[in-house]
């Protein structure tokens, strides 16, 4: 069972939860609630009208998603262990932007939004950290939203593909085993044009399938990809 010393220990470390003391967390995490999840389950739901909690992700991994005006599901980001999600809740209490989803077994502590608060508003010093990582966020969307705009479907694809990679393995599997399904909605692609470019790639000896599984056997390449386009 994990400790506060040691979930404080490893917080993400551009987690929201950053701009408050030691004292502090350890205060708000006194007060939060543990939950195990099974696969499949729904933690939050995009448009529950009232969001009075945000979530730290001990173990497991959950994927954030929207439904489009069109019907159309869009995933955000995949949650690892040690980031928090569902932090806007903490600080308008309105309703929920996204879905979020275990994609794996997992254990999350459900933080109080009202604890939260109540623990900024005691330190001025917390509320500059917590605007200084909201501007940081503001920064990096805009930066995700214009390369989405900008390249076409093959470094889009490779952008997620290179953020799926599980980086404590050698072999280039993806984390989460995703379908195609989930990686056109985490490109922003629908599934025919995701499946034509895996079998492009495959020929091209890029990536390689195992049954359901997708190995990147190429990083070099998707990651030039992703950061330069076609044209890099």
Do not use: H
Not at 1 to 6: A, I, N, R
Not at 50 to 68: H, N, P, R, T, W
Not at 182 to 206: C, I, P
Request: with cysteine; charged share 25%.
């Amino acid at each position: 069972m994990e400790t506060l010393d040691s979930i404080i220990d490893t917080l993400a470390p551009d987690s929201l939860l950053r701009a408050l003391s030691r004292v502090q967390l350890e205060g708000l995490l006194a007060k939060s609630n543990r939950r195990e999840l099974k696969k499949g389950d729904v933690l939050i739901n995009q448009g529950d009208e009232e969001g009075d909690f945000a979530v730290y992700l001990l173990s497991g991994a959950l994927k954030i998603s929207f439904v489009s005006a069109g019907g159309r599901e869009i995933i955000l980001n995949y949650c690892a262990p040690n980031e928090l999600v569902g932090e806007i809740a903490l600080l308008d209490s309105g309703p929920r932007t996204a879905t979020v989803t275990a994609v794996v077994p997992s254990a999350v502590l459900l933080l109080p939004t009202q604890a939260f608060l109540e623990t900024v508003s005691n330190n001025p010093a917390s509320v500059v950290g917590v605007m200084r990582e909201l501007a940081r966020r503001v920064r990096q969307l805009n930066l995700v939203v214009e390369s989405d705009r900008t390249f076409s479907m093959g470094p889009r694809l490779a952008r997620a593909l290179v953020r799926l990679i599980d980086r404590n393995r050698e072999d280039g599997e993806l984390i989460y085993n995703p379908s195609q399904n989930d990686l056109g909605a985490f490109a922003g692609l629908a599934r025919e044009n995701v499946s034509r470019l895996l079998t492009e790639w495959e020929a091209q000896e890029v990536i390689e399938r195992k049954g359901r599984a997708l190995v990147v056997r190429d990083i070099e390449y998707l990651e030039l990809l992703a950061e330069f386009g076609d044209d890099g």
